[in-house]
């Protein structure tokens, strides 16, 4: 019987670097530049509603507001039960993919009146406030 040589490379030793990745590091500190020619950016105070800081409509905006915090309020919930995603689709009657779209924050899969379906069944109460915006 014959054997032939084996084909896999050898193995690298533990705690040696590879040469791409000390290039990448020698590319990345040459492309930053010394940190004095840095520029400060200006940072400026948002509003309440960071949908209308991203420029949505109005109304849009408000909508958004309402389902993120709603959703976040769901989240946490899924959370504090220590639930997978499986065990949460379960008691909320839903499927495992649209837990999952809740928990990534998918605001355009879910409206108002479901999410509020949602932390009904998890016998949270949903309370609404309106009140006039300073002009």
């Known amino acids: 019987m014959c054997s032939m040589p084996s084909r896999r490379k050898p193995k690298r030793q ?70 997978t995603q499986a065990e949460a689709a379960t008691f909320f009657g839903e499927t495992q993919p649209r837990i999952s779209n809740l928990l990534k924050g998918e605001i355009s899969r879910f409206s108002i009146d479901k999410l509020i379906n949602l932390l009904a069944r998890a016998g949270l109460e949903v309370q609404v406030e309106t009140k006039l915006k300073a002009a």
């Open 14 to 83: 533990p705690g040696t670097t590879s040469p791409l990745a000390s290039n990448a590091t020698k590319r990345r500190n040459a492309l930053a530049g010394p940190h004095d020619q840095r520029q400060s950016t200006p940072v400026m105070r948002g509003s309440d509603n960071v949908f209308e800081d991203l420029g949505f409509e109005t109304e849009e905006a408000a909508n958004l507001k309402v389902r993120a915090d709603l959703m976040l309020d769901l989240r946490r919930y899924i959370h504090e039960q220590g639930w």
